[in-house]
């Protein structure tokens, strides 16, 4: 398998654009996360999804992010409008369960995002 | 509520030397705790976990962490650090049934 597929690698935008976020999980899990990573915040749950229905988005951090999961296989992460203070690496990740042996998360590389 | 503390912001080792990682935590019941790794410009990637068990837990790369109930910790541990241990750590909770909270990461840097 070739891990959770996390794209673009990199985003440099201006503010106000619209950004989206992309993410293939690894086949056969059951849950998606998204997290955001700065150096003031540390790693943050945004939002996460259990086959395929969002369970928990009190992370998100305002009505201009957005989180989808059409099918297994493949969700969105979306910023309309950016701003600069949403400059961040976010990651997705993905795990068989929430509890026990299935805990263990398998993560993405990351999207650095830049808003000019 | 479940939280996670790490303690550290920076670890600084000479290698061959042993490493300690800190992490405590609050959680009602009991608690799943995980330690992760972040090398530069990668996601985390799992070490090793505790669940039930023996209070020590041995995971990838030769480290090690110890559960402390009494002490409601669960530190990171290495015998013999190398340069290429040198990365961001992440001490993770979970209450069961919850998702995983992270601690803030400590930067291991190992010097040769």
């Known amino acids: 398998d070739a891990g959770v597929i996390q794209s673009p690698r990199h985003e440099v ?3 106000g654009q619209e950004v989206t976020l992309r993410c293939k999980p690894i086949s056969g899990h059951d849950y998606l996360f998204w997290y955001r990573q700065t150096m003031m915040r540390g790693l943050e749950l945004l939002i996460y999804f259990n086959n395929n229905v969002p369970i928990d988005d009190s992370g998100m951090p305002e009505d201009r992010f957005s989180a989808k999961m059409p099918n297994a296989s493949f969700s969105t992460l979306k910023i309309q409008p950016s701003e600069p203070r949403d400059s961040a690496v976010y990651f997705c990740a993905s795990s ?4 026990g042996d299935n805990e263990k998360l398998f993560f993405g590389s990351g999207t650095q995002l830049s808003v000019l | 509520a479940q939280s996670v503390a ?3 912001d920076q670890v600084n080792v000479a290698e061959g030397n042993p490493l300690t990682v800190k992490c405590t935590y609050s959680v009602s019941g009991n608690p799943y705790l995980f330690w992760y790794v972040q ?7 799992f ?6 068990g023996d ?4 995971g990838s790369y030769g480290f090690e962490a110890e559960f402390n109930k009494s002490q409601t910790s669960f530190h ?15 001490c993770a909770l979970t209450g069961g049934f919850q ?3 992270f601690g803030t990461g400590t930067r291991l840097l190992v010097s040769p």
């Not at chain 1, 068989?96 to 509890?99: D, E, M, T, V």
């Not at chain 2, 090398?39 to 990637?45: H, I, K, T």
């Not at chain 2, 070490?47 to 039930?52: D, E, R």
């Open chain 1, 96 to 99: 068989l369960g929430l509890f």
């Open chain 2, 47 to 52: 070490l090793l976990k505790y669940i039930t």
């Open chain 2, 99 to 101: 998702k995983l909270v």
């Open chain 2, 39 to 45: 090398y530069p410009n990668r996601g985390l990637q």
């Open chain 2, 55 to 58: 209070n020590l837990v041995k």
């Open chain 2, 76 to 90: 990171l541990k290495k015998p013999s650090a190398l340069v290429s241990d040198s990365a961001l750590y992440f």
């Open chain 2, 6 to 8: 790490q303690p550290e």
């Open chain 1, 13 to 15: 935008t201006e503010m």
